[in-house]
């Protein structure tokens, strides 16, 4: 179903544009776009040198905000391609006044256009959409064409944590980790029964919750 277009959103992205970067979309091939290197400045933007955690697929913004008031000691970076649900984002960082918070609209292919190699310490993958069928394969954000990517970005010993809601994802993402560089550290199969301490609950791990479905997630370490 198609989303409706947030009323005044070029205005209202505008007025978040101190907490956000917006790709340039003039280059269409994603390959040629991601060499041509435009690193975001991150001590400049938060004022510090603290560690940078990323968040691919934020939404509207919950986990990247609770999260980022838990631990104010980590930078945060939240990718969110689509902008109409990015504003809510933004504006709720914005609200909340969460300064160690920024935002990037682009797509996942190409975070090496504003990552230096080794710059992040951590990726938070958080109910990606599983694209169930065979033909999408490529474009699940845990296929070994995002792994390269996100291995690039990462210091060596950083990871990512991951949660879904689909058991045939998870399994494809294990399998996906294991063969692409990483090490698999933790994995549980219901996160309900075994919460895992500090872990923020996203909009839609609690409307799954809700509903009864088994919620998935897995910790895998970027080998050196």
């Known amino acids: 179903?198609?989303?409706?277009?947030?009323?005044?959103?070029?205005?209202?992205?505008?007025?978040?544009?101190d907490i956000v970067t917006m790709a340039d979309i003039t280059q269409k091939n994603m390959s040629l776009s991601a060499l041509e290197r435009e690193y975001l400045p991150f001590e400049k933007l938060f004022g510090?040198?603290?560690?940078?955690?990323?968040?691919?697929?934020?939404?509207?913004?919950?986990f990247v905000c609770e999260t980022a008031k838990l631990h104010k000691d980590v930078n945060f970076i939240a990718?969110?391609?689509?902008?109409?649900?990015l504003i809510e984002a933004l504006e709720r960082a914005k609200q909340e006044e969460i300064k160690n918070v920024y935002f990037l609209n682009c797509a996942a292919e190409v975070l090496?256009?504003?990552?230096?190699?080794?710059?992040v310490e951590r990726i938070y993958l958080n109910f990606s959409n599983p694209l169930p069928k065979e033909g999408y394969k490529k474009q699940r954000l845990t296929h070994p064409r995002f792994l390269k990517i996100y291995s690039h970005i990462?210091?060596?010993?950083?990871?990512?944590?991951?949660?879904?809601?689909?058991?045939?994802?998870?399994?494809?993402?294990?399998?996906?980790?294991?063969?692409?560089g990483f090490?698999?550290?933790?994995?549980?199969?219901?996160?309900?029964?075994?919460?895992?301490?500090?872990?923020?609950?996203t909009e839609h791990e609690r409307l799954f919750k809700e509903?009864?479905?088994?919620?998935?997630r897995i910790r895998a370490i970027k080998k050196s």
Do not use: W
């Not at 090496?112 to 710059?119: D, H």
């Not at 550290?185 to 923020?200: H, R, S, T």
């Not at 509903?211 to 998935?216: A, D, F, L, P, V």
């Open 1 to 17: 179903m198609r989303m409706h277009r947030k009323s005044r959103l070029d205005e209202r992205l505008a007025a978040c544009s």
């Open 48 to 62: 510090n040198t603290n560690p940078l955690h990323l968040e691919i697929g934020c939404g509207k913004g919950k």
């Open 79 to 85: 990718v969110e391609k689509i902008s109409n649900v």
């Open 112 to 119: 090496e256009k504003y990552f230096p190699q080794g710059s």
């Open 154 to 180: 990462l210091k060596d010993g950083g990871d990512i944590i991951q949660k879904t809601d689909d058991g045939d994802f998870y399994s494809f993402s294990l399998e996906s980790y294991l063969s692409g």
């Open 183 to 201: 090490e698999v550290v933790e994995k549980c199969e219901d996160l309900a029964a075994f919460p895992v301490e500090g872990d923020v609950e």
């Open 211 to 216: 509903r009864g479905k088994r919620i998935y």
